[in-house]
């Protein structure tokens, strides 16, 4: 009923940036909190940034100052713009929205995720 998908992710030297974008699709009556999240091998999944319908926003400490979340809720899109990258920032970025359908109300929807490697 609800697809995230993400797109964005790839190699990139530290220092570098790149924006990560997730596009959600179906059946939405409406979108609240949307998020980052993140998971290294070997590491449990960990918020990254997320943001409410009003555009109040919240960071982890390791990615403030270089880490920026936006959202369209025209489009129905979030956003993240990295800037900065740290090989530490090695993970598979997860998407994920607070979702409310008119069939099944409100559900936690994620994407299939997205390869972020910082290397050089």
């Known amino acids: 009923q609800v697809q995230l998908v993400e797109s964005g992710g790839g190699l990139v030297q530290p220092g570098g940036s790149l924006r990560l974008s997730c596009a959600a699709s179906?059946?939405?009556?409406?979108?609240?909190?949307m998020g980052w999240y993140r998971q290294a091998p070997g590491k449990q999944r960990e918020l990254v940034a997320a943001?409410?319908?009003?555009?109040?926003?919240n960071y982890a400490d390791s990615v403030k100052g270089r880490f920026t979340i936006s959202r369209d809720n025209a489009k129905n899109t979030v956003y993240l713009q990295m800037n900065s990258l740290k090989p530490e920032d090695t993970a598979v970025y997860y998407c994920?929205?607070?979702?409310?359908?008119?069939?099944?109300?409100?559900?936690?929807?994620w994407g299939q995720g997205t390869q972020v490697t910082v290397s050089s």
């Open positions: 943001i409410t319908s009003g555009g109040s926003t």
């Open positions: 179906g059946s939405i009556f409406s979108i609240y909190a």
């Open positions: 994920n929205a607070e979702v409310e359908t008119v069939l099944t109300g409100v559900g936690d929807y």
